[in-house]
């Protein structure tokens, strides 16, 4: 049974959560501007894709880095636009009208309530969205979301790695790392699980000091523990003593 992801106590789910504030303002765009233009491909059309750029602040993906590699920026060039764009049509909050998406009255609702937002979104992203069409996908002994979850409530109490993460759940050392089945699964777990908790919100990444190949120290942050109850929370407490 996967575990609740409901909002249970407070917490700033705009400071954390990368994809409802970047959905959240991508529907305030629509409402001020009259709608959010599309390509001939049903696409966001660069104008919004530079102001989603400027004014989303998502971290890796910021106006500053984007440009530094990009002269014009179309939706794919911007890869977390694909969740928001895929969710906001999804949970019906956008609606395509004379070439643009405009904000359904639901969405105009979800617009000012970040906290039913967040309740909204959260178990679809991450076990419709991503677990269904990124992990299944793949196949191989990935695991599950309960486990995932679970795991990772112990193991990121006190910070913890990507190597770390791939040997306690699979035993692979880092002297593994160049196996073909090994970097298969690090990029999984890299791009399908601890990518999909930073956007939410769940986790972040602390990249300071570090080179771009590298890889960071995950922690949990205050909206994983005021949405989620797992098996595992006795042992995540004792990891404080």
Known sequence: MLPTLKLHSDADVLKHSSLVRGMTLALRYANETGGIGLTQSGSFNRKFVHWAAEHFEWPDYTATELFEMNKVLDEYKMPPLFPVHGLLRHLKLLRRYKGKLVATKKGREMAEASDVFFDLTAPVYLYRFIHDERIEARGGPLGNWDIFLNVINVEARA????????????????????????????????????????????????????????????????LWHAALKLETDGQAALRLV
């Open 159 to 222: 910070g913890c790695t990507l190597a770390h993460l791939l040997k306690t759940l699979y035993g692979w050392e880092e002297k593994d790392r160049y196996d073909p089945e090994h970097s298969d699964m690090r990029f999984a777990l890299k791009f399908c699980v601890l990518q999909p908790l930073c956007w939410l919100g769940l986790l972040w990444e602390d990249r300071e000091g570090l080179r771009i190949w590298d890889d960071g120290t995950f922690y949990k942050t205050p």
